[in-house]
């Protein structure tokens, strides 16, 4: 299973972007979906997170401004940036756990590429 990752860029400070990452492969099912973000010198961090049921979870510091969604159809899932700060620029993952048709009895857990988020002020 791959996970792609696309729409990251440069943006200024308070603008919006689109991140969107689909899974594909051999996949029997996708439970959650989500991002992270590292910054230069920091720990990975989880930025948003959505269940199959569609809960969705968020850190603390982009609530209100990050939206995340996904298509169960497609295997995509997509975070809606807006009014981007400074802090917000690092290299975001997407993520998803799920099984694959070759164990459906083992689940695992898919990463895929890193995209760049540059927020200049």
């Known amino acids: 299973v791959q996970l792609q990752a696309y729409g990251g860029g440069l943006v200024q400070f308070g603008g919006s972007l689109t991140l969107s990452c689909t899974a594909s492969?051999?996949?029997?099912?996708?439970?959650?979906m989500g991002w992270h973000r590292q910054a230069p010198g920091k720990a990975r961090e989880l930025v948003a997170s959505i269940t199959s049921a569609g809960t969705t979870n968020y850190a603390d510091s982009v609530k209100g401004r990050f939206t995340i969604s996904r298509d169960n159809a497609k295997n995509t899932v997509t975070l809606q940036m807006n009014s981007l700060k400074s802090e917000d620029t690092a290299v975001y993952y997407c993520?998803?756990?799920?099984?694959?048709?070759?164990?459906?009895?083992?689940?695992?857990?898919?990463w895929g590429q890193g995209t760049l988020v540059t927020v200049s002020s």
């Open positions: 492969g051999r996949i029997f099912s996708i439970n959650g």
């Open positions: 993520n998803a756990d799920g099984r694959e048709v070759r164990n459906v009895l083992i689940p695992q857990n898919w």
